[in-house]
Nanobody, 123 residues
Framework: QVQLVESGGGLVQAGGSLRLSCAAS????????MGWFRQAPGKEREFVAG????????YIADSVKGRFTISRDNDKNMVYLQMNSLKPEDTAVYYC????????????????WGQGTQVTVSS
């Protein structure tokens, strides 16, 4: 079992940057693919970025490609989402998630979820 706690959200102006962190508990963290999703008010939760268990493969949603990067540190049980050139449409609650299967952009493949961290981008 994996428990996830996100941090690093906040209010930022358009064009700015934020780095989200996700701290994971559990000795088997390195065996999980990890993902970041986001949910804006009135919208469905959508995939943002994913990373394989080793960190060797990543998958970035087209809407954030070139602006967001995902990384992980298995020694520290941490996953990060670096967000640059933020836009007002990036405003959402961002969730960290863990998949016991493989790197995927599908929400149904992720078994564990954090509580979320709010990101607000002002224009």
């Amino acid at each position: 079992q994996v428990q996830l706690v996100e941090s690093g959200g906040g209010l930022v102006q358009a064009g700015g940057s934020l780095r989200l962190s996700c701290a994971a508990s559990g000795r088997t963290f390195s065996s999980y693919a990890m993902g970041w999703f986001r949910q804006a008010p009135g919208k469905e939760r959508e995939f943002v970025a994913g990373i394989s268990w080793s960190g060797g493969s990543t998958y970035i949603a087209d809407s954030v490609k070139g602006r967001f990067t995902i990384s992980r540190d298995n020694d520290k049980n941490m996953v990060y989402l670096q967000m640059n050139s933020l836009k007002p449409e990036d405003t959402a609650v961002y969730y960290c998630s863990a998949s016991g299967s493989y790197l995927s952009r599908y929400r149904s493949e992720y078994n564990y979820w954090g509580q979320g961290t709010q990101v607000t981008v002002s224009s």
